[in-house]
C-alpha cells in the first residue's frame, strides 16, 4: 500500500520504512519554533527545571513577533525574557520585528520539503505549502521537544482537496482556502491533514500556496500540505538556499480518508463572516456592510503578491474617509520589496497606514485592535468573537483584493469591479 | 491527575475556542489577571462564580482555534475539574494531557445540563450524572497517554523519563 506524503515524513522522523495513518510514532524534531507570547517566557521554567539543556541549538528557532513593538510594559517584559533568553542559550536563529514567525522561517530558508517542524502556534501549518510537515504544539509540549528532539505524534488520516481548473480574474488562493473551509467545516478535518492539489494549486505562486497550508487549521487540521515541486526549488533558491532539495509527492495508491473536487473556474469572492471562520459566503451575499477598518496584511495574506494586487486596486484612488486601512507587510523582506516597487508610497497615497510587520492586532494584540461595535474587514485568518480586540466587534476575512475594494467603499464590496479593465478606463 | 473527577457542570455549545478560553489582548498579563477574562466572550458570570472541582460541558470541537496553553493555565487557575465535550479541537487536547487537565469525549452531551453534579471516570470512560441519576459512555483515555496522566502531565513524566528527581 502507497504512502500519502504525511506518512513519508513522519516515516523518515521515526527512523521507519513505513507508517500508516493511526500508528503512534516517537519522531525527531527538525525544527522547534517559538514565538515570543507563547515560548520562552512560559517554557523556561519547566524547561530548567528538568536539565535546561537544549536539544540542538541549531534546530531552535525563536521569533519575537506577537509583541513587536511592545504596546504595554508586561509586552516589554516578554520581548527583553525572550531576547535575553535567545542570548543566553546562544541561539544562532533568533528573529526580532521581522515579522511574523511563519513568515521568516520561511523565507530564511529553514523551511525545506520533508522536514518535521513543530511549533508553539497553530498556524505552524503554514510551512505544509513547501512541503514539511509542520504543526502546533502547546508550550509543555515544547520543553520536551528542547530538551529531547523528540516527541509522539499520531500519524493523521489525509484529506485530499482538489482544486481543478483556471481561477477568474479577482478571485485567488484565500477565496479557494474560504470555500474548502466551508466545505470541510471548522471541525472537518480535526486529527487529520489536507492535502492540497490539482492544476489550480499546482498553477498557484509561493505567496498564494501559503496562504492554504496557513489557514489548513481553520479546519482543524493538523496540517496543510501541498507537494512541492519547481515553484519550492526556485523560491527557495531565491532565497539563498543551495543545498539539495529533495521533492516527493503522494503514492498514487495512497489511502485518503476522503477526496473532494472543486472547480476553480466556477469559484467567487468569498468572505468569512463572524464568527467562525467556515462561516463563508460569497462576497455579494455580503456586499454593503460597512465597516470601520480594514486590515491588509499578516502572515496570511501580507506578501508582496497580496500588496501588489491591493496597489493596483487602490492605485489613484481614496479609502472611503470613515474608514481606517491598516496594512500590515508580511516581513521586513516584503516591506522592503513593497518600497522598492513604490507600493508603499501608492498605498499611502490612497490613505492607508503602513505598520511595521508583525502579528499586530490580527490576534488582538498591539497596533489597531477594535472597540465594541466596530466591524473588520481583515485578510488574516482569523474572525473569531474577541480576536481582534473587543468581544463585541466583528471580524469579516477575505483576499487582500476584496479587503482593497473594501476600503474604498467603506463598505464589503466585490473586487472585481476594480480590476476589470472597462472600469478602470 | 486524579482518574476519577467529581464536580458540577458549566454547560456550554459548541466550537467555545481559545480566543474566548483565554482572550489574546490578556495573555501578556500574570495568569490570575488572564483569568478573570477568562470565558467573559460568552459568559460574564464564569470568572466571577466558578468554584474549584467545577467541570466543563460543551458540545463540538471544543478549544479550536490557536495553541496557547494560557487557555489550560486559566482553566487550572480556577480548578476546573475536567471538560467533557463531543469533541475536542486537537492541539487543546494535547495540551491539556500534557498540563495535567481531564478532558473525556462523549458522543451527546446534550443529555448533561448546566448545575449536573458529574463524575467522571478516566480509566473507564464512564460519566455518571448524580443528578439525574444517569451513566454515560466517554471515551477512554489512549492507553499511551495513561502513564503521563498517571504521573500528573508532561513534565513530571518526562522528569521520570529523564532520569531527573
Not at chain 1, 107 to 113: A, K, T, Y
Not at chain 1, 270 to 281: T, Y
Not at chain 2, 58 to 67: E, K, L, V
Not at chain 2, 130 to 147: N, V
Request: charged content about 25%; proline content about 4%; glycine content about 10%.
Amino acid at each position: 500500500m502507497g504512502m500519502t506524503m504525511s506518512e513519508k515524513i513522519l516515516a523518515k522522523a521515526s527512523g521507519k520504512s513505513s507508517v500508516k495513518a493511526g500508528e503512534i510514532v516517537w519522531v525527531n524534531v527538525d525544527i522547534a519554533l517559538m514565538h515570543d507570547l507563547l515560548g520562552p517566557w512560559l517554557v523556561d521554567g519547566g524547561f530548567r527545571r528538568l536539565g535546561g539543556k537544549l536539544f540542538d541549538k541549531d534546530k531552535v528557532v525563536v521569533v519575537s513577533d506577537h509583541c513587536t513593538p511592545p504596546a504595554t510594559v508586561q509586552q516589554a517584559d516578554i520581548l527583553k525574557f525572550t531576547r535575553d533568553w535567545a542570548r543566553n542559550h546562544d541561539l544562532p536563529y533568533y528573529y526580532e520585528f521581522e515579522g511574523p514567525c511563519h513568515q521568516v522561517i520561511v523565507e530564511h530558508g529553514h523551511v525545506r520539503p520533508g522536514r518535521l517542524i513543530l511549533g508553539t502556534d497553530s498556524h505552524t501549518c503554514m510551512a505544509g505549502a513547501l512541503g514539511a510537515f509542520a504543526t502546533g504544539i502547546g508550550s509543555t509540549e515544547m520543553i520536551g521537544v528542547l530538551l529531547t528532539g523528540e516527541t509522539w505524534l499520531k500519524v493523521p488520516e489525509t484529506i485530499k482537496v482538489v482544486w481543478d481548473g483556471k481561477l477568474k480574474e479577482g478571485v485567488y488562493a484565500k477565496d479557494i482556502v474560504l470555500k474548502t473551509i466551508k466545505e470541510l467545516g471548522h471541525a472537518g478535518a480535526t486529527y487529520q491533514t489536507i492535502e492540497f492539489s490539482g492544476s489550480a494549486i499546482k498553477e498557484l505562486s509561493m505567496d498564494e500556496r501559503l496562504v492554504l497550508s496557513n489557514m489548513a487549521v481553520e479546519a482543524g487540521a493538523k496540517t496543510g500540505l501541498i507537494e512541492p515541486d519547481e515553484t519550492v526549488v526556485e523560491y527557495l533558491r531565491s532565497k539563498g538556499v543551495q543545498d539539495e532539495i529533495e521533492l516527493f509527492a503522494s503514492d498514487e495508491d495512497a489511502v485518503y480518508s476522503h477526496v473532494l473536487h472543486f472547480d476553480a473556474s466556477e469559484l467567487e469572492p468569498q468572505v468569512a463572516c463572524p464568527h467562525e471562520v467556515d462561516n463563508v459566503h460569497p462576497v455579494s451575499d455580503v456586499e454593503g456592510k460597512a465597516v470601520d477598518q480594514v486590515y491588509l496584511g499578516s502572515c496570511t495574506n501580507g506578501r508582496i503578491g497580496d500588496l501588489r494586487i491591493a496597489a493596483e486596486i487602490l492605485k489613484g484612488r481614496k479609502i472611503a474617509k470613515h474608514v481606517r486601512c491598516l496594512v500590515v507587510p508580511a516581513s521586513q523582506h516584503v516591506w522592503m520589496q513593497a518600497n522598492k516597487e513604490g507600493i508603499l508610497t501608492t498605498l499611502t497615497e490612497a490613505g492607508c497606514i503602513v505598520n511595521m510587520p508583525s502579528c499586530g492586532a490580527c490576534g488582538g494584540f498591539t497596533s489597531g485592535v477594535i472597540g465594541a461595535g466596530e466591524v473588520v474587514m481583515s485578510s488574516s485568518n482569523r474572525n473569531f468573537r474577541g480576536r481582534m480586540g473587543s468581544s463585541d466587534g466583528e471580524v469579516y476575512l477575505g483576499s487582500p483584493a476584496t479587503v482593497a475594494a473594501t476600503a474604498i467603499e467603506g463598505k464589503i464590496a466585490d473586487p472585481r469591479k476594480y480590476l476589470s479593465k472597462e472600469v478602470m478606463l | 491527575m486524579s482518574f476519577v473527577i467529581r464536580g458540577r457542570v458549566w454547560k456550554y455549545g459548541d466550537n467555545i475556542n481559545t480566543d474566548i478560553i483565554s482572550p489574546g489582548q490578556y495573555m501578556s498579563y500574570p495568569v490570575e489577571k488572564q483569568a478573570e477574562h477568562a470565558m467573559e466572550a460568552i459568559d460574564a458570570e464564569f470568572a466571577k462564580k466558578v468554584q474549584p472541582g467545577d467541570v466543563i460541558v460543551a458540545g463540538n470541537n471544543f478549544g479550536s482555534g490557536s495553541s496557547r496553553e494560557t487557555a489550560q493555565m486559566v482553566l487550572k487557575y480556577h480548578k476546573i475539574g475536567a471538560i467533557v465535550a463531543n469533541s475536542f479541537a486537537r492541539i487543546f487536547y494535547r495540551n491539556s494531557i500534557n498540563v495535567g487537565l481531564p478532558v473525556v469525549e462523549m458522543i451527546d452531551t446534550s443529555v448533561i445540563e448546566e448545575g449536573d453534579e458529574i463524575e467522571i471516570n478516566l480509566l473507564e470512560g464512564k460519566i455518571i450524572n448524580h443528578t439525574k441519576g444517569e451513566e454515560y459512555e466517554g471515551t477512554k483515555l489512549p492507553e499511551h497517554l495513561i502513564e503521563m496522566v498517571k504521573v500528573g502531565g508532561l513534565e513530571p513524566y518526562l522528569a521520570k523519563k529523564l532520569g531527573i528527581s
